[in-house]
């Protein structure tokens, strides 16, 4: 946590003790108390200060328009949600599914499960009443240390929240998912500009800089 002192400047909070804590998660640790949108996040009441993420991504893009349906894919803990449950209003729809059990969020649809699991993909499509305006994905594999394992992984994710979105996307609708820089990110690029009209890749300014993620951001569906 970064706090001010008397003269103004800038003072950073040091973890008192490391016992019992491995190298890397004091490093972690250390790093979520000095990360000013983990406070700024705490202070909105949002679950993550991926919430951020979202905003700034709308913020340039606006694709969470008043009464959309949207599908947050990977949404736990909830903070895309509550950006998108915000910006659609109460004529939107959202529906947020995660592997993980989440707490209620108020407005919202959630939805514990495999999104590629027939039973669930049934219920998705139900409470979208068959269509989406908005496919959300911030899915990532646990981490494996390995790079390039790692982006091959979530390259994956990728890839199936496109084939996802693809089922219930309208025409003109939008896409957004989280990758990593590698390489093949290029070759989903390729693919989505069959299908959309505008596809680039953004990194929000609340992405950490010493971070390999970035966005792909697709927008105007056709079929």
Same mark, same amino acid.
């Given at each position: ?60 893009? #606006?694709? !969470?328009?008043?009464? %959309? =349906? *949207? &599908?947050?894919?990977?949404? /736990? ?48 499509? #139900?409470? !979208?009443?068959?269509? %989406? =305006? *908005? &496919?959300?994905?911030?899915? /990532? ?50 693919? !989505? ?5 505008? &596809? ?24």
């Amino acid at each position: 946590m970064t706090q001010k002192s008397s003269s103004g400047r800038s003072l950073t909070v040091r973890i008192k003790t490391s016992r019992g804590r491995t190298v890397s998660s004091q490093r972690w640790l250390a790093r979520q108390l000095n990360d000013p949108y983990v406070q700024k996040a705490k202070k909105a009441g949002y679950r993550s200060r991926a919430a951020y993420k979202l905003s700034e991504i709308d913020d340039k893009f #606006r694709i !969470l328009k008043p009464g %959309a =349906h *949207v &599908v947050d894919l990977g949404a /736990a803990p909830g903070g895309w949600t509550q950006v998108a449950l915000e910006r659609v209003g109460s004529k939107g729809l959202v529906v947020g599914i995660d592997l993980m059990a989440m707490e209620p969020l108020m407005g919202a649809h959630l939805i514990c499960g495999d999104f590629f699991e027939a039973e669930i993909m049934g219920e998705l499509k #139900r409470e !979208l009443m068959g269509m %989406a =305006h *908005v &496919v959300l994905s911030d899915m /990532a594999a646990p981490s494996t240390g390995h790079p390039q394992t790692d982006h091959i992984r979530i390259m994956a994710l990728a890839e199936e929240a496109f084939d996802f979105a693809q089922q219930v996307l309208v025409q003109g609708g939008s896409f957004i998912a989280k990758v990593l820089r590698g390489g093949t990110e290029k070759d989903l690029l390729v693919l !989505l500009k069959r299908h959309f009209e505008k &596809v680039t890749h953004f990194k929000p300014p609340a992405s950490r800089s010493d971070s390999a993620e970035i966005y792909v951001v697709a927008l105007g569906y056709r079929s």
